[in-house]
């Protein structure tokens, strides 16, 4: 059996993920602690819409000069 500390490497990958782990625990409630802290945004009053729809027969004028 080989010796743990003679393996840097694997102390080496360990760390890493050891600090990936610990970044994206970090950043998940910093994130979370900024929402909850967050003022509420005011959306803009929507206001109705006009929609005009304007038919067209095969048998118009319009119609026929467009074909």
Request: glycine content about 4%.
């Amino acid at each position: 059996m080989s010796d743990w500390t003679s393996l840097w490497y694997v102390w080496l990958i360990l760390l890493i993920v050891f600090l990936l782990l610990l970044c994206g625990v970090s950043a998940s409630c910093i994130k979370f602690c900024c929402r909850k802290k967050r003022l509420p945004v005011e959306t803009f009053p929507r206001h109705p819409c006009d929609l005009a729809g304007i038919g067209i027969d095969s048998d118009s004028t319009a119609h026929s000069t467009v074909t």
